[in-house]
C-alpha cells in the first residue's frame, strides 16, 4: 500500500497541475497545528518565487481546484501561504480497512529484496558474555528482523572472538593443571577423547586465573604466547583443544543467546576466516597496495577529505603475525565468496569506529568487495549504571549478563506479583516475557550511538515509555476483545467506519504511520523510531480507551467497527514490538 502522506500528496499534485504549478511543490506534511488539520502543504510560499506572485493567491487557486477531491472533508489557504488539510473521515477508514485486509498491515515488500549480512553479537569464546555484548546483541537482532521484514534476505551471524591470546592462556593454564592430558603429547598419535577436560564452570574460571597469571607472570605470558602461536601453526594437539573449548563455549552461548530471544544463523568466528589469510596478503602485495612500514606490512587508506587521521591499515605485524584488521579483512574475502552480500552491517561499540574506518576503505581500495557493496557501521555507546559510569556489579566487578537479567526479572517479578493475585508459576512466567521487553526496550528506545543509563526501576515501570507500559497496552487490548468474544460479539463483516470523537481520530492516525515508520526504521537502521512509534501508539490507544466505553457502544455496527479498529491495533502494535525481538504475554 501506498503511503498516506504519498497518496496525500499525489492528490495535491494533481491539484497543482490542474491549477497551473509545477507539482514539484506539492510535498505533504505532517501538520505542525493538529487542533486544525492533519496534514498541510507549505509548497505555495516555495512556488512564490519561481512564479512571482503571493503566495496565497497560489494557495487559493490550489485549494480551488480541490473543491472536487474525496480525500479532504475541508481545505484552506492560510496566510501567508499555507494550505491546512482536514482528510474525510471516510478516506481515513477506508485506508485503515485496506490494512486491516492485508497481512503485512500495508507495509509493501522491497521490490527489489537484497542479501544482507548482520554482524552481531561478537561474544569472545571462554569469557562470560558480559553487558558490554548485551547491546549488540538486541540491536543486532532487531535491525535484523527489520530489515527481514522489510523483504531483505538478512543473514545474521555472531562472528566469535575465537582466535587471540585467550586461547593459548587456557591451553597453559590447562597444561599446567594436567601436564599428563594428551593434547600436550607432541608424539600422541590416537584420537583424543570426544569429552572436553573441563565443564563450562571451569572454563570460566580457567580464563581469569590465568589472564591474571599472565599479568604478572612474564614467562607464563610469553608461554601463552608461544601457545597461541603453535596453535595458528596448526598443532594438532591445541587444535583438538581448540574445539572442545568451542564446543564447551557455544553451548553455554547459544544458552544465554536464546534466553535474549537473540538468534543467529551463522556460528562462525574470527578462526574461520583464517584460512583466508596468506592468499588475500599476497595479493595485496602482488597488486601493490600492501607495503612495508617500520617492519610491518601495511595498507595506507587516508584520503584527503580526512579532518581526523586515519593511520594506515595494518596487516602483518614484524613477527609475521595478522592481527584484529587482518582477520576482520579476511572474514570480508569469506563472505564475499560464500554469501555474496550486497551489504554487510557490522553492530559493534562506537568506540572501535576507526577500526571499521580502516578495514571498510582497504576492503574498498584492494578490491576485496564490489564497488556496490555497501559496508556500514551501526556503532552503539555504553551502557551505564545510575552514576552515570559503565555498569558494574555492586562489588566493581565486570558485570555479567545473566546477573543483570536476573535482577531484571527479580524486580520485574515484585512489580508482578503486586499487580494481583496469581500462582508463582504464572508470575515467574509474565515476569520473564515482561522483563525482556524492559532491558530490550530500554536499550532500543535510544538512538543506537548514543550511551544510556540502565534503570531497572525505571525499566520494569508500567507506566511511562517503557516496555511493560507498550505490553500493558496489547493485554488490555486482549482483554477487551476476549470480553467482546464472551459477550457473544462476532464483528463479521464490519469495517473500519469513520471515526466517532476526536480520540478514535488520532488513534486512526496513529495507525496509518505504521508503513512509513517501518520503512524510515529500515532505511536508517533504527529501531529507535519504532519504539518512538509504539509509544505514541499506545498513547493514542489508551487516550481513545479512556474516552470512549467501546464495548459500550450503543450501535451495534459501530461498536464491530471499534473492535476491528482494536483488532488492527494490536496487530500494529504486536508487528512492532516482534522486530524489536520480544513478545506481549496473554495477561500481566
Ligand atoms: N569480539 C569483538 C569484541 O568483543 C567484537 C567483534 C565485532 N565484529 C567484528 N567483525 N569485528 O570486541
Redesign the pocket.
Known sequence: MKKILDLIAGEMEKAFRTAGYDPEYAGVTLSNRPDLCEYQCNGALAAAKEYHKAPIMIADSVVEALESSELFEDVQSVKPGFINLKVHADFLSGYLNGMYGDSRLGYDKAGQPKTIMI?YG???VAKPLHV??LRSAIIGESVKRIARFAGHKVIGDV?L?DWGLQMGLIIMELKNREPKLPYFDEAYEGAYPEEAPFTIAELEEIYPTASAKSKEDAAYKEAAMQATFELQQGRKGYQALLRHILKVSVTDLKRNYENLKVEFDLWKGESDAQPYIPDMVQRMKDQGFAHMSEGALVVDVKEETDTKEVPPCMLLKSDGASL?TTT?LA?IVERMKLYRPDEII?V??KR?EMHFVQVFRCAKKCGLAGEDTAFKFLGFGTMNGKDGKPFKTREGGVMRLEYLLKDINEEMLKKIRESRPMSEEEAREIAGVVGLSAVKYGDLSNQASKDYIFDVDRFTSSEGNTGPYILYTIVRIKSILKKYEEQGGRGDGAEIAAYGNESEKALMLELTRFNSVMETAYEELAPHKVCAYIYDLANAFNKFYHETSILGTEEEAQKNSRIRLLVLTRRVLEACIDVLGFEAPERM
Do not use: R
Request: glycine share 20%; no cysteine; proline share 7%.
Open positions: 554482524d561478537g561474544p569472545n558490554g555484548h562472528h572472538g584484529y576482520d572474514t557490522y559493534v561499540d572501535q
